[in-house]
C-alpha cells in the first residue's frame, strides 16, 4: 500500500475528491489510500451518504460559492456518469419539479436558470395552494448505496487502496511516506483529535422508501421550516424516497412513527398519485446531515515536517449535488499549496 496522498474519508465528499485528486493531479492512482471507519456497502448513523435521498436539487445555500459548487457538480455529472459505466451505476436523469412557499433569492434563481436543463418557471395556475413559486426541470437522481459502491469499485480498479480504519486523531492519517492530507470526514470532523469542529453539527432526516414503479418523477416543496420530498432511485428495482426532516443538532438515528405518518400525509398531498398503488414500504431510515455553521469548511492547514492537509467537509444535505465542486476546490487548494512548497 502506499501512502503519499490520504484521503479520510469515504462518504460521497471523499470518493469525489479522492477521485478529482488522480484526475486532476495526474498520479499514480497507487499512490492515493483512503482511509475511512466506514466504506461502501457499510450501514451505520454516522455514515451519511447511503442514507441520502440522492438528488439534484433547491436544497443548497443560496451563496455565490455553494452555487458554483452546484453548477460544477451538475453540468459534470454526465462525464462522470458515462466514466462510471452509464446509467446502471446509480446515476441518472429524471424530470423535477420544485415548489416554494416563499420566492426563492433572486441570485439562485438566475445562477439555477443558467444551466439546469429544460428549465421552465411554473405559471400561478400550475402552483398549489400556499406555493410562491415553481419550476420544472430534469435533474439527476442517485441509487446512493450503488452509486457509492461503484464509485468505489472504480477507484480501486485504477489502483486507489481502500482501507478500514477508526482515527481518534488526524495526525495518524499521516502513515510513513504520505505527504498530503486531504481530510472528508463529514460529521466525523466534530469528534476527530486534531480537528474537533465544534461548528459540525447535524441535521436529522427520516426517509420512508417505498416500491412505487409508476412514479418516474422528482417532486419537492421547500416550507421555511420543513422539506416535502418525492426522489425516485435509479437502477434499484422502483424504489422511491419519501421524506422528510431538517432538524438542526438532533443526534438520533432512531426512527419515529409519527414521523413516518407525517411524511406519508405530506408526499401524496404533494403527489396524490402516490396512492394509485398500494403502498409497499422497504424501509424506514434517518440519517444525519453533516451540517457546519458558516458552511463548508475547505481549506488548508499547515503541519509539522512540511506535510500539507486541506480539509474538505461541512456539506450538509448538498454532499451529492455540491460535493464535486468542492471536491474540485479542494484540488485548487491543494496545488495552491504544492507550489508554496516548491517555492
Not at 400525509?265 to 455553521?293: C, M, Y
Amino acid at each position: 500500500m502506499s501512502d503519499k496522498y490520504v484521503v479520510v474519508g469515504a462518504g460521497i465528499v471523499g470518493l469525489y475528491t479522492t477521485y478529482s485528486l488522480i484526475t486532476r493531479l495526474h498520479l499514480n492512482p497507487a499512490d492515493v489510500t483512503v482511509l475511512a471507519e466506514y466504506l461502501p456497502g457499510d450501514q451505520s448513523t454516522f455514515y451519511t451518504s447511503p442514507w441520502a435521498g440522492g438528488n439534484f436539487s433547491c436544497i443548497s445555500p443560496d451563496d455565490p460559492q455553494t452555487l458554483k459548487f452546484d453548477k460544477f457538480t451538475y453540468t459534470n455529472l454526465a462525464k462522470l456518469q458515462k466514466t462510471l459505466g452509464g446509467k446502471e451505476c446509480g446515476l441518472d436523469q429524471r424530470e423535477s419539479t420544485e415548489f416554494w412557499d416563499y420566492q426563492p433569492e433572486a441570485a439562485k434563481i438566475k445562477s439555477l436558470s443558467s444551466y439546469l436543463q429544460d428549465w421552465k418557471v411554473l405559471p400561478k395556475s400550475e402552483l398549489p395552494d400556499g406555493v410562491a413559486y415553481g419550476i420544472n426541470y430534469t435533474t439527476w437522481n442517485f441509487n446512493c448505496p450503488n452509486f457509492l459502491a461503484n464509485f468505489k469499485k472504480f477507484l480501486e480498479s485504477k489502483g486507489v487502496t481502500f482501507h478500514r480504519q477508526k482515527l481518534t486523531h488526524i495526525s495518524q492519517a499521516y502513515l510513513p511516506t504520505t505527504k498530503v492530507v486531504l481530510n472528508c470526514t463529514g460529521i466525523g470532523a466534530h469528534d476527530l483529535g486534531g480537528v474537533q469542529d465544534g461548528k459540525v453539527y447535524p441535521t436529522r432526516g427520516q426517509v420512508v422508501v417505498i416500491k412505487a414503479p409508476h412514479i418516474k418523477v422528482n417532486k419537492v416543496r421547500w416550507g421555511r421550516d420543513y422539506a416535502t420530498y418525492i426522489i425516485p432511485r435509479p437502477e434499484s428495482g422502483d424504489q422511491l424516497v419519501l421524506g422528510g426532516y431538517l432538524q438542526k443538532d438532533n443526534w438520533t438515528g432512531d426512527t419515529f412513527g409519527h414521523e413516518t405518518e407525517d411524511i406519508l400525509r405530506r408526499t401524496t398531498e404533494l403527489l396524490p398519485e402516490i396512492l394509485d398503488r398500494p403502498l409497499d414500504i422497504v424501509r424506514i431510515a434517518a440519517g444525519l446531515r453533516p451540517s457546519r455553521h458558516g458552511g463548508v469548511r475547505i481549506e488548508a492547514e499547515k503541519v509539522e515536517d512540511g506535510k500539507i492537509l486541506v480539509h474538505n467537509y461541512g456539506a450538509s444535505g448538498y454532499g451529492y449535488q455540491a460535493g464535486f465542486g468542492m471536491a474540485n476546490e479542494a484540488i485548487d487548494v491543494l496545488i495552491r499549496e504544492l507550489n508554496k512548497a516548491k517555492l
